[in-house]
């Protein structure tokens, strides 16, 4: 029999804002877009109370609930709290599958001949709580469907066991909006059917489920009773960075517009650093008025350095820029990224620039990803909203090009 563990960071960019400002405790906070058209990135439970949701529109948000303190999240400050939990846990189990910066899985099994699986997954949460300050929920079951589901009942903040044989019997009385697969229009669709909760499924025949919805609803059928073969895959890096902003208002301000784009390729670009990684490859994305997109993406050796991805990026976006539109989002993409430090090439590289920014990310560390930026990027608040990587700015460079 397995035992497979699933634990979720409870609101956890909430979480990582309240560690650092106690005063946000038991208050309706919001992350996300600052501005009216920015989307809910996260949010607290007493915000939840109000029917705020991830995803929903900042605008809405605040309508349902005027006196919610709405932030700006920060990329760097999640990504670190995200990797002293999974320090924690990948110290305390033998296979962890990190699906997310706040979400894990772990097989357990075995482990019950020597330490009790529930134990010892009880003695894991403890330790996260104790020694970051954040709060986290697990389910534990046979399954990782079910351990996910029961994840999910048990928050916030606590753990729920469902013993084998009892998985059918859990999951009967919830919502099949419960079950991992189901969005919006399954839902819909289901509840045109008349299924409302999971023990519904289970009685219906798996044939009924496959001509309703096809391949999806034969794995839906075997979810909702409890039966799931996959597997616990280890965790593995990530193999891309990337960034992207919309602004408040379609723009064609170029100085603007590669402000931004500087601020943004040099803070992943810092990111790179900052975890000893490499990067073989930049994409450049531009989403004008008429949400058309458009990317480009070049390869180039294997680097960290900004005053190589820096000109790079903005070579990729002259190529894709086209004057006579307003454009509502760019982004930047760094990928093929593997392990490694950044090695001066003694005939190109210029060592007075790799001296500032060795000392810049030095100050950042110290002080924080905006401590200290370059003047041609000082611009991109001004014109930006939330987003996973959020970072200030570059470089002279930039400068000599225009």
């Known amino acids: 029999m397995n035992s497979i563990l699933h634990l979720d960071l409870d609101t956890f960019f909430v979480s990582v804002e309240r560690r650092k400002n106690p005063k946000l405790h038991r208050k309706p906070v919001l992350i996300g877009g600052v501005s009216d058209r920015g989307v809910v990135a996260s949010c607290s439970y007493e915000a939840r109370q109000f029917g705020i949701h991830s995803a929903m529109p900042i605008k809405m948000a605040k309508a349902l ?147 309703a919805f096809g391949k999806n609803g034969v794995v839906i059928w075997k979810k909702a009773n409890g039966i799931d073969h996959s597997m616990v895959v280890p965790h593995t890096e990530r193999k891309s960075i990337s960034t992207e902003r919309t602004f408040d208002r379609d723009t064609t301000d170029i100085d603007k517009l590669k402000g931004l784009l500087i601020a943004m390729t040099e803070n992943l670009a810092f990111q790179l650093r900052r975890g000893r990684k490499l990067c073989a490859c930049v994409t450049v994305k531009i989403r004008y008025s008429d949400f058309n997109t458009y990317t480009l993406q070049h390869k180039i050796p294997y680097t960290s350095a900004d005053y190589t991805l820096l000109p790079k990026a903005l070579e990729l976006f002259d190529k894709l820029y086209d004057k006579r539109l307003l454009i509502r989002l760019i982004g930047v993409r760094l990928s093929d990224i593997l392990d490694g430090r950044y090695q001066m090439d003694l005939f190109n590289s210029q060592l007075e620039l790799l001296n500032l920014y060795d000392a810049m990310d030095h100050i950042r560390d110290k002080y924080g990803d905006r401590s200290v930026m370059l003047a041609a990027g000082m611009g991109a608040k001004t014109i930006s909203r939330w987003n996973p990587f959020t970072g200030e700015p570059p470089p002279l460079l930039a400068n000599r090009r225009q």
């Open 65 to 211: 609930c005027p006196e919610a303190i709405i932030m700006r999240g920060n990329s760097a400050d999640y990504s670190k709290a995200s990797k002293e939990v999974t320090e924690i846990i990948q110290e305390s189990v033998p296979v962890l599958e990190k699906t997310s910066i706040d979400e894990f899985y772990a097989d357990l099994t075995g482990l019950d001949k020597f330490f009790g699986c529930f134990k010892m997954a009880t003695e894991l949460r403890s330790k996260v709580i104790h020694e970051t300050g954040l709060p986290i929920s697990f389910g534990l079951s046979e399954n990782k469907t079910v351990s996910k589901i029961a994840t999910g009942e048990a928050k916030p903040n606590n753990q729920l066991l469902i013993d084998y044989g009892k998985e059918k019997t859990f999951l009967a009385p919830l919502s099949v909006k419960k079950i991992p697969m189901v969005g919006g229009k399954t839902h819909q669709k289901l509840v045109s059917l008349g299924v409302r909760k999971i023990q519904t499924i289970q009685e219906m025949p798996i044939d009924l489920m496959e001509r």
